[in-house]
């Protein structure tokens, strides 16, 4: 293994609350500090830890297209790490959710013959899933990049719920400081419909990034998606609108004695969304 190595963490979505003492403690002691957070105050712990911690900040210039942005980064990582240095890169959220470069900085280091590995992280998810009460084992959970679902025609289930990330940037491969505009989101509302009735409600979903501060919850119908303050950073939350069917041949084969599960008090299991009393499913 060549001397240099390189350790991948995240600062969660929370200022500084969501480090975790494992990431805490690989920036403290790296040989080489190099970051990209979304906001003043996590950049200034950073640099309070580091005074000579770098920012990847500067790889943005507006309508510079993101991809290049990402393979700049990615040289700038691994420089010092060619340099025999040990070096900690930090990224917003968890640092392998919707982060390009933090993936292939990883893959061309180990390519390399450096010693380098991901911490996990908070990410935006994890806080929809406190902050909404979404049980994803419930149900099951469906997630997609929103320009992705649509540009690669993505399959869905409608008896499970959705997660579609950066809806205020459909469309949009540049980087646009001063917001995006609507028309990708009016194809994603459209596209939608073809599933969803224009009725249905949704959830539009933005994590706090502050301890003073609540996260944004917008219940809305699918049709004012278009009227609502949209920020590139909101996720959409689409609630199942059927029910999932019972698969009676399927419980059989698989020898369930539905009996000795836990039952809720209205007589069903609490994973079986259906209208079937107990009873029933046992005698089909």
């Given at each position: 293994?060549?001397?240099?190595?390189?350790?991948?963490?995240?600062?969660?979505?929370?200022?500084?609350?969501?480090?975790?003492?494992?990431?805490?403690?690989?920036?403290?002691?790296?040989?080489?500090?190099?970051?990209?957070?979304?906001?003043?105050?996590?950049?200034?712990?950073?640099?309070?830890?580091n005074p000579d911690a770098e920012s990847?900040?500067?790889?943005?210039?507006?309508?510079?297209?993101?991809?290049?942005?990402?393979?700049?980064?990615?040289?700038?990582?691994?420089?010092?790490?060619?340099?025999?240095?040990?070096?900690?890169?930090?990224?917003?959220?968890?640092?392998?959710?919707?982060?390009?470069?933090?993936?292939?900085?990883?893959?061309?280091?180990?390519?390399?013959g450096y010693s380098a590995k991901m911490?996990?992280?908070?990410?935006?998810?994890?806080?929809?899933?406190?902050?909404?009460?979404?049980?994803?084992?419930?149900?099951?959970?469906?997630?997609?990049?929103?320009?992705?679902?649509?540009?690669?025609?993505?399959?869905?289930?409608?008896?499970?719920?959705?997660?579609?990330?950066?809806?205020?940037?459909?469309?949009?491969?540049?980087?646009?400081?001063?917001?995006?505009?609507?028309?990708?989101?009016?194809i994603l509302v459209d596209f939608l419909?073809?599933?969803?009735?224009?009725?249905?409600?949704?959830?539009?979903?933005?994590?706090?990034?502050?301890?003073?501060?609540?996260?944004?919850?917008?219940?809305?119908?699918?049709?004012?998606?278009?009227?609502?303050?949209?920020?590139?950073?909101?996720?959409?939350?689409?609630?199942?609108?059927?029910?999932?069917?019972?698969?009676?041949?399927?419980?059989?084969?698989?020898?369930?004695?539905?009996?000795?599960?836990?039952?809720?008090?209205?007589?069903?299991?609490?994973?079986?969304?259906?209208?079937?009393?107990?009873?029933?499913?046992?005698?089909?």
């Amino acid at each position: 293994m060549k001397k240099g190595s390189l350790v991948i963490a995240g600062t969660g979505i929370k200022s500084i609350q969501h480090i975790t003492l494992e990431a805490k403690m690989y920036m403290e002691n790296a040989e080489k500090l190099i970051y990209l957070v979304a906001d003043p105050l996590t950049s200034s712990w950073i640099k309070d830890i580091n005074p000579d911690a770098e920012s990847l900040y500067d790889c943005y210039s507006e309508n510079k297209p993101r991809i290049d942005s990402y393979i700049e980064m990615i040289d700038r990582i691994l420089q010092p790490v060619r340099n025999g240095l040990d070096v900690c890169a930090i990224f917003y959220g968890h640092p392998g959710v919707f982060v390009y470069p933090s993936h292939e900085v990883i893959k061309k280091a180990k390519a390399e013959g450096y010693s380098a590995k991901m911490l996990a992280g908070i990410s935006a998810e994890d806080c929809l899933f406190a902050d909404l009460g979404i049980d994803p084992g419930k149900t099951g959970c469906q997630s997609f990049e929103a320009t992705d679902l649509l540009v690669h025609k993505r399959k869905f289930d409608i008896t499970s719920p959705l997660i579609l990330w950066q809806i205020g940037m459909v469309g949009n491969l540049g980087f646009k400081p001063k917001g995006y505009d609507k028309e990708g989101l009016n194809i994603l509302v459209d596209f939608l419909k073809q599933s969803y009735s224009g009725d249905h409600e949704v959830i539009v979903y933005e994590a706090s990034q502050y301890s003073v501060t609540e996260p944004i919850i917008q219940h809305i119908k699918l049709n004012d998606l278009l009227n609502v303050k949209i920020s590139p950073i909101c996720t959409l939350f689409i609630p199942q609108a059927n029910k999932a069917s019972l698969d009676h041949a399927m419980i059989k084969r698989l020898g369930m004695d539905l009996s000795s599960l836990f039952i809720t008090k209205d007589g069903k299991h609490p994973n079986v969304h259906t209208v079937e009393s107990l009873s029933q499913i046992k005698n089909n």
